[in-house]
Protein backbone atom coordinates (compact mmCIF):
# COMPACT_ATOMS: atom_id res chain seq x y z
CA UNK A 1 0.00 0.00 0.00
CA UNK A 2 1.23 3.09 -0.97
CA UNK A 3 -0.01 5.14 2.21
CA UNK A 4 1.92 2.78 4.20
CA UNK A 5 5.38 2.91 2.06
CA UNK A 6 6.41 6.20 4.76
CA UNK A 7 5.00 7.60 7.96
CA UNK A 8 2.04 9.29 7.94
CA UNK A 9 1.79 12.81 10.17
CA UNK A 10 -1.78 13.60 9.31
CA UNK A 11 -2.80 14.30 12.89
CA UNK A 12 -4.66 12.08 15.43
CA UNK A 13 -7.93 13.52 17.17
CA UNK A 14 -6.63 12.08 20.44
CA UNK A 15 -4.02 14.69 20.06
CA UNK A 16 -6.48 17.33 19.25
CA UNK A 17 -6.64 19.68 22.97
CA UNK A 18 -10.12 20.44 22.36
CA UNK A 19 -11.06 16.67 22.06
CA UNK A 20 -14.35 16.05 23.87
CA UNK A 21 -13.84 14.50 27.44
CA UNK A 22 -16.41 11.97 27.37
CA UNK A 23 -15.33 10.81 23.87
CA UNK A 24 -11.30 10.25 25.40
CA UNK A 25 -12.62 8.43 28.12
CA UNK A 26 -13.90 5.74 26.27
CA UNK A 27 -11.73 5.84 23.81
CA UNK A 28 -8.82 5.74 27.01
CA UNK A 29 -11.05 2.79 28.33
CA UNK A 30 -11.00 0.73 24.81
CA UNK A 31 -6.97 1.12 24.89
CA UNK A 32 -6.74 -0.54 28.32
CA UNK A 33 -8.77 -3.54 27.15
CA UNK A 34 -7.11 -3.45 23.94
CA UNK A 35 -3.51 -3.33 25.83
CA UNK A 36 -4.77 -6.16 28.55
CA UNK A 37 -5.90 -8.43 25.65
CA UNK A 38 -3.36 -8.12 23.46
CA UNK A 39 -0.32 -8.19 25.74
CA UNK A 40 0.39 -4.12 25.41
CA UNK A 41 1.02 -3.52 28.84
CA UNK A 42 2.97 -6.57 29.16
CA UNK A 43 5.10 -5.46 26.55
CA UNK A 44 6.27 -2.94 28.22
CA UNK A 45 6.25 -4.91 31.75
CA UNK A 46 8.71 -7.23 30.09
CA UNK A 47 11.25 -4.12 29.68
CA UNK A 48 10.99 -2.64 33.09
CA UNK A 49 11.52 -6.17 34.53
CA UNK A 50 14.63 -6.22 32.35
CA UNK A 51 16.00 -2.41 34.28
CA UNK A 52 15.09 -3.06 38.20
CA UNK A 53 15.50 -5.16 40.87
CA UNK A 54 14.74 -5.88 44.14
CA UNK A 55 17.42 -3.77 45.83
CA UNK A 56 16.50 0.41 45.47
CA UNK A 57 13.31 2.06 44.90
CA UNK A 58 12.73 3.21 41.39
CA UNK A 59 11.22 5.95 40.11
CA UNK A 60 9.76 5.75 36.39
CA UNK A 61 7.82 8.61 34.37
CA UNK A 62 5.14 7.38 31.50
CA UNK A 63 5.38 10.17 28.74
CA UNK A 64 2.32 10.59 26.98
CA UNK A 65 0.62 8.84 29.90
CA UNK A 66 -3.19 8.78 29.11
CA UNK A 67 -5.52 6.81 31.26
CA UNK A 68 -2.02 5.70 33.37
CA UNK A 69 -3.21 2.11 32.66
CA UNK A 70 0.49 0.75 31.76
CA UNK A 71 1.42 2.19 35.11
CA UNK A 72 -1.52 0.36 37.14
CA UNK A 73 -0.61 -2.81 34.97
CA UNK A 74 3.46 -2.45 36.76
CA UNK A 75 2.04 -1.36 40.12
CA UNK A 76 0.11 -4.78 40.31
CA UNK A 77 3.06 -6.31 39.69
CA UNK A 78 5.35 -4.54 41.57
CA UNK A 79 3.15 -4.91 44.67
CA UNK A 80 3.14 -8.89 44.31
CA UNK A 81 6.69 -8.97 43.52
CA UNK A 82 8.07 -6.83 46.24
CA UNK A 83 9.31 -4.03 44.07
CA UNK A 84 9.35 -0.58 45.14
CA UNK A 85 8.30 1.99 42.45
CA UNK A 86 7.06 4.81 42.40
CA UNK A 87 5.37 6.08 39.27
CA UNK A 88 4.84 9.54 37.52
CA UNK A 89 2.45 9.89 34.60
CA UNK A 90 3.05 13.20 32.34
CA UNK A 91 0.24 13.94 29.84
CA UNK A 92 -0.63 17.56 27.78
CA UNK A 93 -3.84 16.61 28.51
CA UNK A 94 -6.17 17.58 31.37
CA UNK A 95 -8.97 15.12 31.28
CA UNK A 96 -6.03 12.25 30.49
CA UNK A 97 -4.77 13.30 34.03
CA UNK A 98 -8.36 13.45 35.72
CA UNK A 99 -9.05 9.94 34.53
CA UNK A 100 -5.63 9.10 35.81
CA UNK A 101 -6.75 9.99 39.10
CA UNK A 102 -10.05 8.31 39.09
CA UNK A 103 -8.76 4.95 37.41
CA UNK A 104 -5.30 4.74 40.03
CA UNK A 105 -7.28 5.36 43.37
CA UNK A 106 -5.45 2.83 45.66
CA UNK A 107 -2.33 2.79 44.00
CA UNK A 108 -0.98 6.16 46.20
CA UNK A 109 2.42 5.03 44.51
CA UNK A 110 1.11 6.53 41.40
CA UNK A 111 0.83 10.42 40.55
CA UNK A 112 0.16 13.10 37.42
CA UNK A 113 1.07 15.76 36.00
CA UNK A 114 -0.10 17.95 33.14
CA UNK A 115 2.70 18.89 31.20
CA UNK A 116 4.11 19.12 27.91
CA UNK A 117 6.57 15.91 27.68
CA UNK A 118 9.30 17.70 26.44
CA UNK A 119 9.05 20.55 29.49
CA UNK A 120 9.32 17.29 31.80
CA UNK A 121 12.40 15.54 30.19
CA UNK A 122 14.30 18.79 30.48
CA UNK A 123 13.06 20.95 33.27
CA UNK A 124 12.40 18.07 35.80
CA UNK A 125 15.12 15.58 38.00
CA UNK A 126 15.75 12.89 35.68
CA UNK A 127 13.36 9.61 36.59
CA UNK A 128 15.52 6.14 36.69
CA UNK A 129 12.87 4.89 34.06
CA UNK A 130 11.53 6.78 31.16
CA UNK A 131 8.40 5.07 29.58
CA UNK A 132 7.21 5.18 26.17
CA UNK A 133 4.47 3.37 25.20
CA UNK A 134 2.61 4.08 22.14
CA UNK A 135 3.45 7.42 22.33
CA UNK A 136 6.24 8.10 19.51
CA UNK A 137 4.26 7.62 16.92
CA UNK A 138 1.98 10.74 17.85
CA UNK A 139 5.65 12.49 17.16
CA UNK A 140 7.13 13.69 13.78
CA UNK A 141 10.53 12.00 13.24
CA UNK A 142 12.33 15.58 14.17
CA UNK A 143 10.73 15.52 17.91
CA UNK A 144 11.57 11.84 18.33
CA UNK A 145 15.34 12.59 17.63
CA UNK A 146 15.16 15.45 20.71
CA UNK A 147 12.79 12.98 22.89
CA UNK A 148 15.58 10.28 22.39
CA UNK A 149 18.30 12.23 23.04
CA UNK A 150 16.68 13.70 26.67
CA UNK A 151 15.91 10.41 27.32
CA UNK A 152 19.34 9.95 27.90
CA UNK A 153 19.74 11.90 31.23
CA UNK A 154 17.46 8.62 32.28
CA UNK A 155 20.08 7.13 35.60
CA UNK A 156 19.18 3.58 34.69
CA UNK A 157 17.25 3.67 30.98
CA UNK A 158 14.21 3.52 29.02
CA UNK A 159 11.70 1.27 27.61
CA UNK A 160 9.92 2.30 24.35
CA UNK A 161 6.95 0.00 23.43
CA UNK A 162 4.63 1.22 19.47
CA UNK A 163 3.34 0.00 16.25
CA UNK A 164 4.89 -1.44 13.17
CA UNK A 165 3.74 -0.10 10.32
CA UNK A 166 2.29 -2.49 7.61
CA UNK A 167 -0.96 -3.96 5.87
CA UNK A 168 -1.80 -6.54 7.85
CA UNK A 169 -1.43 -3.78 11.09
CA UNK A 170 -3.58 -1.31 9.04
CA UNK A 171 -6.25 -3.21 8.23
CA UNK A 172 -6.51 -5.32 11.28
CA UNK A 173 -6.60 -2.15 13.41
CA UNK A 174 -10.00 -1.28 10.84
CA UNK A 175 -11.85 -4.02 11.25
CA UNK A 176 -11.46 -4.61 15.03
CA UNK A 177 -12.32 -1.13 15.61
CA UNK A 178 -16.04 -1.97 13.79
CA UNK A 179 -16.55 -5.13 14.69
CA UNK A 180 -16.17 -4.25 18.71
CA UNK A 181 -18.14 -1.35 18.30
CA UNK A 182 -15.46 1.28 18.94
CA UNK A 183 -15.69 5.23 19.69
CA UNK A 184 -15.59 7.30 16.79
CA UNK A 185 -12.20 7.96 18.27
CA UNK A 186 -11.14 4.61 17.80
CA UNK A 187 -12.34 4.45 14.39
CA UNK A 188 -10.64 7.71 13.10
CA UNK A 189 -7.32 6.91 15.31
CA UNK A 190 -6.54 3.01 15.39
CA UNK A 191 -6.06 2.62 11.54
CA UNK A 192 -4.52 5.77 11.60
CA UNK A 193 -1.93 4.65 14.29
CA UNK A 194 -0.44 2.01 12.13
CA UNK A 195 0.02 5.08 9.34
CA UNK A 196 2.23 6.81 11.60
CA UNK A 197 4.05 4.12 13.07
CA UNK A 198 7.12 2.29 12.11
CA UNK A 199 9.66 0.15 10.44
CA UNK A 200 12.22 -1.25 11.97
CA UNK A 201 14.89 0.35 10.39
CA UNK A 202 13.14 3.84 10.65
CA UNK A 203 13.72 3.19 14.20
CA UNK A 204 17.05 1.45 14.75
CA UNK A 205 18.09 4.74 12.17
CA UNK A 206 16.11 7.04 14.79
CA UNK A 207 18.73 5.68 17.87
CA UNK A 208 21.53 5.56 15.72
CA UNK A 209 20.88 9.58 14.77
CA UNK A 210 20.13 10.19 18.54
CA UNK A 211 23.58 8.67 19.70
CA UNK A 212 22.01 5.65 20.99
CA UNK A 213 23.90 2.52 19.85
CA UNK A 214 23.49 0.13 22.58
CA UNK A 215 19.68 -0.93 22.65
CA UNK A 216 18.19 -4.08 22.47
CA UNK A 217 15.06 -4.09 19.67
CA UNK A 218 12.44 -7.13 19.05
CA UNK A 219 9.50 -7.62 17.17
CA UNK A 220 6.70 -8.45 19.88
CA UNK A 221 3.14 -9.53 19.67
CA UNK A 222 -0.15 -7.83 18.12
CA UNK A 223 2.00 -5.75 15.50
CA UNK A 224 4.64 -4.18 18.55
CA UNK A 225 8.11 -2.71 18.68
CA UNK A 226 9.90 -3.28 22.06
CA UNK A 227 13.08 -1.12 22.26
CA UNK A 228 15.12 -1.31 26.17
CA UNK A 229 17.94 1.15 26.37
CA UNK A 230 20.09 0.76 29.07
CA UNK A 231 21.88 4.13 30.18
CA UNK A 232 25.77 4.83 31.08
CA UNK A 233 26.17 1.00 31.65
CA UNK A 234 25.36 -0.13 28.35
CA UNK A 235 22.75 -2.58 27.76
CA UNK A 236 22.82 -6.44 29.07
Known sequence: MSKLKL?????????????????????LEELDLLNRYFGGHAV???GVKRLVDK???????DLGCGGGDTLKYIAQWARKNSLKLRFMGI???LHAIQYLKRN???????????????????????ADIYLCSLFCHHLDNAKLLELFRALKRARVGFVINDLQRSAIAYYS???FTRIMGGSKLSKNDGPLSVQRAFKKNE????????????YDI??????RYRIIVRNNSGFN
Open 44 to 46: TLE
Open 55 to 61: KRVYSIA
Open 218 to 223: RRKWAF
Open 7 to 27: RSFKPEMMDNPDVDRKLLQRN
Open 91 to 93: DIN
Open 203 to 214: LEQLLKESGINN
Open 173 to 175: AWL
Open 104 to 126: CIGFPEISGIVMNYEEYVKRVDP
